[in-house]
């Protein structure tokens, strides 16, 4: 019998099935190594450094996060 999981339907039952995005595995911005993995809705865990970080829903960096961060990172004149 499976354990009990709340307000998260099959899903917790039998982990993410279906899409390409949630079973990815991306690379940390951070260390480099490619670990990121999505717990949930917008939460990613490192299994190198096994860090927790929040970012994009569906995807580990957003379109959005990806025209931005170039920015922030360059030297203000």
């Known amino acids: 019998m499976a354990k009990n999981n709340q ?7 039998y982990g993410a099935r279906y899409g390409a995005p949630l079973r ?5 911005s951070f260390c480099g190594k490619t670990k990121m993995k999505r ?10 450094c096994m860090k927790t970080a929040a970012d994009g829903t569906w995807t580990y960096n ?6 931005v961060k170039p920015a922030i990172r360059r030297p203000q004149d």
């Open 7 to 13: 307000n998260v339907g099959i899903v917790g039952k």
């Open 24 to 28: 990815k595995i991306y690379a940390r």
């Open 39 to 48: 717990r949930a809705v917008g939460i990613w865990l490192c299994g190198s």
């Open 62 to 67: 957003t379109t959005s996060v990806v025209t």
